[in-house]
């Protein structure tokens, strides 16, 4: 079973990170399902130049929506798998693991590896108007997060009831050997008279 959150609106808006004056943005929100958290999907374009690798973190949030505490999952994807501006690429992070308790808010961030704000950032697809209640954008200015309140990142997020049947695996795996069969003595012993007999090596290989 899978719950998603699905944060939309008409009020289109972007989010540029990071800008002169933040370096991160946050979005909260509300699970209802408390199950494990699988993914959450946003839409991402490069605004300038090389931010490098794109970050979502997973934090519990504290009572003004702000992550508080220690990094509950991450995942990143490589500026290079993102589409440039105004081409957006809709990116699933893989945060498969952490349990989620319902009725609980909690806050993912998107940072990037960006130096310089003004010639290296990534867009994010944001809302106005505060569309989803149960949230709301923060972002980083270096000391503290500043709140948003009439501000959402558009973004699904997707948590399940069983962790395995979630996410992706990752790695390879391969096999290899051979089957070989011995000559045998037919029965009965004239079974095969006249017939000739080619007995066969059997191999595979994969990968």
């Not at 370096?23 to 839409?43: I, N, P, R």
């Not at 490589?78 to 989620?100: C, E, N, R, V």
């Not at 697809?125 to 309140?149: D, E």
């Amino acid at each position: 079973m899978a719950i998603e959150v699905n944060i939309t609106g008409s009020g289109g808006d972007l989010i540029d990170i990071p800008s002169e004056a933040y370096s991160k943005a946050a979005q909260s929100w509300e699970d209802a399902g408390g199950f494990f958290l699988s993914t959450v999907t946003v839409h991402l374009a490069i605004g300038a130049g090389n931010p490098g690798n794109i970050t979502l973190e997973l934090y519990a949030a504290d009572g003004s929506q702000f992550p508080t505490g220690s990094v509950l999952a991450s995942a990143l994807v490589s500026s290079g798998s993102i589409a440039t501006y105004p081409s957006f690429t809709t990116y699933a992070f893989d945060l498969t693991g952490p349990a989620i308790t319902a009725a609980t808010k909690y806050v993912f961030v998107v940072s990037t590896s960006a130096g310089v704000p003004t010639t290296n950032f990534v867009y994010i697809k944001a809302t106005l108007g505060n569309p989803y209640a149960g949230g709301q954008v923060s972002r980083w200015n270096g000391s503290a997060w500043v709140a948003f309140a009439t501000q959402d990142i558009t973004a699904v997020i997707r948590s399940v009831d069983n962790p395995e049947l979630s996410g992706t695996v990752a790695g390879t795996s391969s096999m290899s050997g051979a089957l070989v069969s011995p000559a045998k003595n037919p029965n009965p012993a004239n079974a095969f008279s006249g017939m000739g007999l080619d007995w066969q090596t059997f191999s595979w290989e994969s990968g």
